[in-house]
């Protein structure tokens, strides 16, 4: 897919993940039972059923929305290394990477869903991102979009 597309009438030039994110060294305290990308307990509508994958836990949602991570196709490979078309190994080194990223809305580290615009920093937890007034579109390459910078209906 091109890096570059058209969003409400004017051209988006999508960001190389990480690359200009506010970073912060530090630890993240993820509360026992809960998703390992927004840190909450809840199957909520907005976020997608809790999924559990080798100890790890994370809303289906947070996956899809976050910015590191992109489907494969699992033709002929076990189910153990796949969960929703998402690699086990590529959802760890995501969670990783969202330890170095806070969250424009909370300002906790954890935030793996960014605005796909390349001149915006934001980074959010998937229910930071909606509570802030952005989107994430479930389909397609899943963008996200900061209030700013999200498509007008």
């Known amino acids: 897919m091109s890096r570059n597309e058209l969003a409400g009438g004017r051209a988006i030039q999508y960001k190389n993940w990480g690359e200009g994110m506010p970073r912060r060294k530090s630890r993240v305290v993820v509360p026992p039972g809960s998703c390992a990308l927004c840190h909450k307990t809840e199957n909520h509508p907005l976020l997608g059923d809790l999924l559990e994958k080798n100890d790890l836990k994370f ?33 760890q080194r995501e969670i990783r990477r969202g330890k170095s990223l806070l969250c ?27 509570k802030a007034g952005g989107i994430t579109i479930f389909e397609g390459p899943f963008p ?6 999200a498509p007008k209906q």
């Not at 809303?59 to 929703?84: M, P, V």
């Not at 424009?104 to 909606?130: D, E, N, Y």
């Open 59 to 91: 809303h289906s949602n947070c996956i899809f929305a976050s910015s590191g991570l992109y489907q494969e196709k699992t033709d002929g490979r076990t189910n153990r290394e796949y969960i929703e078309g998402f690699h086990i190994e590529a959802i």
């Open 104 to 130: 424009a809305q909370c300002h906790s580290p954890g935030a793996c869903v960014g605005c796909v615009v390349v001149s915006c920093p934001s980074s959010f937890h998937l229910p930071c991102l909606t």
């Open 144 to 149: 996200s979009y900061c209030k700013r910078h």
